[in-house]
């Protein structure tokens, strides 16, 4: 949400006056451009309509700057103020035709003091593209702000402030988009050439937003450039080549398309099949989309907005007999994210502005699975395909199909009346979850995941439609001219829950002094189950008969933070949170018996191992329940160093987060699966000549969680006959008994080793041919640090037991380039 414009009641010193007006681009009203008074720490972001108000500005005069992404961002009016009045200005800015002069000036994150959002966190567009080691993805650069983390290296899934990826509100122009990553998650579908705005609230955000606990990335598609026919930039990254076409509709408005694909897929695919290493027919993990927006203004107070954004990921591949490896993968699958959604935008007065939305939503996928593998209980890590002799194997398959589709239609009214700064509104979610899965095991593969504690996969038909509807309402009110509060309460509907929630929300900022502010917050948040929400439980069974026994999750959040600017380059930021989480939905737990035998003695090699006998332990089934709570605390402090003028070289932040997250069962308390205690950032970027810049992106932090192994264990093979069931040990060809790893159950008692890693990038801005170019070189951790992923085991020939490690990302250098025309 922008900033809104500053309430007239609001009374004037004597010595003090106010700058207000409106600013404007080329083909309409420039929204969420950085207002800024020279000489004073004051300033403001213009709203939806590119109005602004600066509040308590001292008699006299004053060079007004404007900055916004992609226009030439410089001194653009004169303002004399007098004691007790108004002054206004308009301004129109101009497009920038040289990408330094983006590169010289980023927006202020000064914040207005009627801003009650407590937890706001966010990058320009630029820095998402140029931060070292982040591919040039919004996402990925996110996880250098405080209190968001990463799943792993090879995804860009966020973790924010201790709770999953599932919990994430994500839209795009307003839209929710339920499955927003591209080429299997290692980057996102926004675009970094397009994308105007980026917006994340880590916590206690307002009640416009519901069906999610944690938090929400609102991200914004820039308008196509309208002054002239065609514009156009051509951009090569490391995952991708990036298209983008833009400019001006004959009949008044604005269109942008842009296209994105993979090409390491077509260099390396010919390679491998030359090489053997795969065979048949060969698709590397790919990805291509297209995204496009049109705007076209009706009149002076009608304008529609249509996005639209169609992409497909694919892979393929059939590991050939020339492989040096002795096991064997064949695999296919394809998914395709499309949305077309429509903004009806009317602004019948300076003080109302209404937003209809409409949006069709499908993210489809199918493919199939099949393997044969090493026993991961074996140490095969330096084994060929010709060293087979004595290995066990077991083989796995499955074939999928899903669907999940979303129909919306929403309408937002905003009123500024007074004191008062009213939004309303409500929509209706028609959501078609389906999803076919079907598995193949062989006997030593289900003997492996029961030791284990776990259930078998079973095979899925689902198919749900359901309605869920919402209406919300909150009010910020200028208590004082330093003191604004803001009540909300949000109703949720959830026709397959058949509940009706109520969330309310309270939040309050308060300006200490011109400079400081002071922000709080609390609410309700409530989540409800589905299959769409799939990121880190994709193995539980949301079908219409386990559905109808879940309850929504619900989060309270408890937020307190200040941000002060410590002069007009330097701002701190600090902010302590609390979540607490109740009706967690957990994979059911049950006591039941299980087959298992112990070591007669422990001095004797090889082993002797009792006759197999039933105890009763805790074993885990893919039926969901709400039968777990939790919580997450911490506290996040971020010093950054702003670019205020052109003449300035360097920018960049610190940051430190301390995060604590648990969840309790039955009261028992282990740590979250996301669980990270200290998180460090160092961002940096230094022009160290005119046309040469320097980034650099330090990251340090605690390893995550993981299932510890607690010992050996024999195999055993269960069997039934005549309704008898008897349990045996199972041998190799030596007559040996085969061990197992033993893994502790619904528990993360392990951890990680800590994790660092520095990512540098250099990039200059030629003027080759008399065109604008941006060239880069990046390196992701340039000194090549080992930071572990997962933790398995494996079991030697003396019946230890051995970590097998799965490390992150090496040092991988990459170039790129940028060339606008």
């Known amino acids: 949400m922008l900033v809104q414009l500053l309430l007239p009641s609001i009374i004037f010193g004597a010595d003090t006056g106010a700058i207000e007006g409106v600013v404007r681009v080329p083909d309409g009203d420039a929204a969420g451009a950085t207002v800024l008074i020279d000489r004073t720490k004051l300033g403001a972001i213009t709203d939806a309509q590119g109005r602004f108000v600066v509040e308590n500005v001292p008699a006299g005069t004053y060079a007004v700057f404007v900055r916004l992404i992609g226009y030439e961002q410089q001194a653009a009016a004169v303002a004399e103020v007098s004691g007790g009045k ?27 003091a009627d801003d009650t959002r407590p937890s706001v966190v966010g990058m320009t567009p630029r820095e998402a593209k140029y931060l070292p080691g982040a591919a040039e993805d919004v996402l990925r650069s996110l996880r250098s702000l405080p209190g968001v983390l990463s799943v792993n290296d090879f995804s860009s899934q966020l973790v924010i402030r201790g709770s999953g990826p599932d919990q994430n509100f994500i839209a795009i122009d307003g839209f929710e988009v339920i499955n927003p990553y591209r080429l299997y998650g290692f980057i996102s579908m926004f675009n970094p050439e397009t994308v105007s705005e980026i917006s994340l609230e880590t916590g206690g955000f307002g009640a416009k937003y519901g069906d999610r606990l944690s938090a929400v990335l609102d991200v914004r598609n820039r308008e196509g450039n ?30 942008l398309v842009s296209a994105r694909r993979t090409y390491y897929d077509l260099i390396l695919a ?58 064997s993968v064949s695999f296919l699958d394809e998914s395709y994210n499309t949305l077309a959604g429509v903004t009806w935008q009317y602004t019948p007065s300076p003080t109302v502005v209404a937003q209809t939305r409409a949006s069709w939503y499908r993210n489809t996928g199918a493919g199939a699975f099949d393997g044969s593998f090493v026993d991961p209980a074996q140490n095969s890590g330096d084994l060929s395909r010709s060293d087979t002799l004595g290995l066990r194997f077991f083989a796995f398959g499955v074939d999928y199909d899903y669907s999940y589709k979303k129909l919306t239609l929403q309408e937002i009214v905003s009123v500024s009346a007074g004191v008062h700064s009213l939004e309303m509104g409500g929509g209706i979610d028609r959501l078609t979850t389906e999803r076919i899965r079907s598995f193949r095991l062989d006997d030593t593969f289900k003997n492996l995941i029961t030791s284990r504690g776990q259930a078998l996969p079973r095979d899925v038909t689902s198919s749900l439609t359901y309605t869920r509807w ?19 309460l949000r109703m949720d509907r959830y026709e397959v829950l058949n509940r009706t ?23 309700s948040y409530y989540q409800s189950p589905g299959m769409e929400k799939q990121d880190n439980r994709a193995a539980l069974d949301f079908t219409a008969e386990t559905m109808g026994t879940l309850r929504a999750e619900r989060a309270d959040h408890f937020i307190a933070g200040i941000e002060r600017m410590l002069s007009a380059e330097w701002q701190i930021k600090a902010e302590s949170y609390y979540k607490r989480f109740t009706d967690v939905i957990v994979p059911q737990k049950f006591i039941g018996r299980v087959w298992t035998s112990t070591r007669t003695d422990a001095q004797i090699w090889p082993p002797v191992w009792s006759t197999p006998a039933q105890v009763l332990r805790d074993s885990l089934t893919s039926t969901p329940v709400n039968d777990a709570s939790g919580r997450s605390y911490g506290f996040e402090v971020m010093l950054q160093k702003l670019y205020t003028s052109s003449g300035e070289t360097l920018s960049g932040w610190i940051s430190y987060a301390l995060s604590y997250a648990d969840r309790d069962r039955h009261g028992e308390i282990t740590p979250f699966l996301f669980d990270q205690r200290h998180a460090v950032n160092v961002v940096a970027s230094y022009r160290f000549a005119e046309r040469w810049e320097l980034g650099a992106n330090f990251t340090l932090r ?19 006959t005549n309704g008898v069931q008897r349990a045996s040990l199972v041998r190799d060809a030596k007559g040996n008994v085969i061990l197992d790893v033993e893994y502790e159950v619904d528990k993360y008692s392990g951890r990680l080793s800590l994790y660092h890693a520095l990512d540098v990038r250099v990039t200059t801005y030629p003027r080759w041919w008399g065109l604008h170019w941006s060239v880069y070189l990046d390196v992701t951790n340039i000194y090549n ?13 003396g019946g230890r037991l051995h970590e097998r490690v799965t490390n992150g990302l090496p040092i991988f250098p990459a170039l790129g380039f940028s060339l606008a025309f």
Do not use: C
Not at 90 to 96: E, N, P, W
Not at 100 to 109: D, G, L, N, P
Not at 503 to 512: D, H, Q
Not at 785 to 794: I, L
């Open 86 to 112: 108004r002054t206004r200005i308009d301004i129109m800015l101009r497009l920038s035709a040289v990408e330094m002069k983006q590169v010289e000036i980023t927006a202020s994150r000064r914040r207005a």
């Open 226 to 255: 309208a002054d002239r026919l065609l514009h156009g930039k051509l951009n090569s990254s490391l995952t991708n080549a990036n298209l983008i076409l833009e400019g001006s509709l004959p009949t008044g408005g604005s269109w």
């Open 270 to 327: 010919p390679f491998l099949k030359k090489t053997k290493i795969v065979e048949g027919d060969v698709a590397l993990p790919n990805f291509r989309d297209v995204q496009g927006k049109l705007v076209v203004p009706v009149d002076d107070n009608n304008k529609l907005l249509l996005t639209g954004i169609s992409s497909r990921d694919g892979a393929q591949l059939t590991s050939g007999v020339d492989r040096n490896r002795p096991d």
């Open 470 to 488: 919402n209406l919300f309402l909150h009010d910020r009110i200028a208590v004082l001219p330093t003191l604004f509060v803001q009540p909300g």
């Open 501 to 523: 929630y109520l969330a309310p929300r309270l939040a309050v900022s308060y300006a200490v002094d011109p400079i400081t502010t002071v922000r709080a917050a609390t609410g």
């Open 702 to 720: 605690s390893g995550r969680p993981f299932i510890l192994a607690t010992g050996v264990k024999p195999r055993l093979r269960v069997e039934t």
């Open 785 to 797: 640090h080992a930071n572990e992923q997962q933790v398995n085991y494996f079991i030697d020939d």
